[in-house]
């Protein structure tokens, strides 16, 4: 068990709709980083933030979205989905904002869209 | 930019004997780590060991060690005495310090089946 929580585990929807993914990071990480492992575009990085703010963003498409609140547990919204948004969504933690020797990764959100 | 480049799409090995499974990376940064995550078939991330590219030693964490070659820019994984339970995908991941941050880029993974 990393201490990364992410729920739901598995989210089935359809095309058009919108979701909410969580991510609780391990106790005292203020760093959350989120990746998208899909078939045919591997594994990604999404968008991290720390202790509340935006710091990097990567291969984030503008349907999706993402914030981090002051219990530090973050959120990424997907919207107007599509098939190809089926994926494992991830996320990690590290304890700061600078590269860090591990990054935990949580159980992942097993995301299919119908 | 960063690359990993993991050449080897499927391995296989017998029980009880070793493994090694490649990694190749590309970066700009001076300072830079490397990871090797595995993943069953269950689909989760699981850490295994880190290579910082300042360290003079070779990384180990019990069954595991990775050959770490600068020059080359390799940092392949070596798993002892496999088990039938090493069975899984593994990726090879980098992070740099310049305008990559700390995000992880990934290699593309290698899937490693253990035979009795």
């Known amino acids: 068990d990393s201490g990364v929580t992410q729920t739901p585990k598995h989210l089935i929807t359809a095309t058009g709709q919108r979701v909410t993914l969580r991510c609780s990071p391990r106790?005292?990480?203020?760093?959350v980083y989120w990746y998208q492992q899909s078939l045919d575009q591997g594994l990604q990085f999404l968008i991290q933030?720390?202790?509340?703010?935006?710091?990097a963003k990567g291969n984030i498409l503008e349907r999706f979205s993402a914030q981090q609140f002051p219990d530090l547990h973050s959120e990424l919204n997907l919207s107007s989905l599509e098939l190809g948004d089926s994926a494992l969504y991830f996320c990690?933690?590290?304890?700061?904002?600078?590269?860090?020797?591990?990054?935990?990764f949580g159980p992942g959100t097993r995301l299919t869209v119908l | 930019a960063q690359k990993i480049t993991q050449t080897q799409p499927g391995m296989f090995v017998q029980e009880k004997e070793a493994v090694t499974l490649d990694c190749t990376y590309d970066?700009?940064?001076?300072?830079?780590?490397l990871f090797w995550y595995k993943q069953p078939s269950s689909g989760e991330m699981i850490f295994l060991i880190y290579?910082?590219?300042?360290?003079?030693q070779n990384a180990t964490e019990g069954r595991y060690s990775l050959n770490f070659q600068k020059a080359r820019k390799s940092a392949n994984l070596v798993i002892s005495a496999s088990q039938l339970g090493d069975s899984a995908m593994y990726f090879c991941?980098?992070?740099?310090?310049?305008?990559?941050?700390?995000?992880?880029?990934f290699g593309e993974g290698t899937q490693l089946t253990v035979n009795p």
């Open positions: 106790s005292g990480d203020l760093s």
């Open positions: 933030y720390y202790n509340g703010e935006e710091r």
């Open positions: 990690a933690s590290t304890p700061g904002s600078r590269p860090h020797n591990e990054q935990f």
């Open positions: 991941a980098m992070r740099g310090t310049g305008a990559s941050g700390s995000r992880l880029t």
């Open positions: 970066t700009s940064d001076q300072s830079y780590g």
């Open positions: 290579q910082g590219s300042y360290d003079e």
